[in-house]
T-cell receptor, first 113, second 117 residues
């Protein structure tokens, strides 16, 4: 139990669907991250938010749209995804954008049909 | 550019033996930090240990220690007295120390460790 909760844990969607992944942390952290984990590839940093402001967008396609309404919540809105987007999406939080280790959620396993 | 390399895709180790997981890194930053994470089959990434580049002593956390060799740019994880519960993927990671890099933490491809009874 890291204090970072992701929902749903598993999601299957068609290419034309719109869905969202949710991440919540109760650690009082100020920075939140989305990573993508595909088979046989390193974790890929997607987005970084610090104090609800997006500070990093790592060349992610626009079909992924992040939202950070407050420092405790982070969403990843999904629209018109491709089968190659199937992966484990990991949310993490950090005390500040440049301090401390990442605390990860258990991930949302996404399958795009 | 920053890079993490883990050359061992998989390892098999007998229970109670010590195991060393290799990690080399590349960075132009003078100050940086190195992390190790464990990922069991459940998917959650668990923080194990951290080493700052200016820390004079190797980091230790219980059965975990980090063999930091700055000149060789290596940060190997040593697990002493391995247990069956240590079976998992292990990731080496690094943060930079520049304005545009200190909030990025990049990861290696990982090493899958199997502990044999």
């Amino acid at each position: 139990e890291t204090g970072v909760t992701q929902t749903p844990r598993h999601l299957v969607m068609g290419m034309t669907n719109k869905k969202s992944l949710k991440c919540e942390q109760h650690l009082g952290h100020n920075a939140m991250y989305w990573y993508k984990q595909s088979a046989k590839k390193p974790l890929e940093l997607m987005f970084v938010y610090s104090l609800e402001e997006r500070v990093e967008n790592n060349s992610v396609p626009s079909r992924f749209s992040p939202e950070c309404p407050n420092s405790s919540h982070l969403f990843l809105h999904l629209h018109t995804l491709q089968p190659e987007d199937s992966a484990l999406y990991l949310c993490a939080s950090r005390r500040d954008r440049n301090t401390g280790e990442l605390f990860f959620g258990e991930g949302s396993r996404l399958t795009v049909l | 550019a920053q890079k993490i390399t883990q050359t061992q895709p998989g390892m098999f180790v007998q229970e109670k033996e010590a195991v060393t997981l290799d990690c080399t890194y590349d960075t132009s930053d003078q100050s940086y930090g190195l992390f190790w994470y464990k990922q069991p089959s459940s998917g959650e990434m668990i923080f194990l240990i951290y080493q700052g580049s200016y820390d004079e002593q190797n980091a230790t956390e219980g059965r975990y220690s980090l063999n930091f060799q700055k000149a060789r740019k290596s940060a190997n994880l040593v697990i002493s007295a391995s247990q069956l519960g240590d079976s998992a993927m292990y990731f080496c990671a690094m943060r930079g120390n520049q304005v545009d890099r200190d909030d990025k933490i990049i990861f290696g491809k990982g090493t899958r460790l199997h502990i044999l009874p």
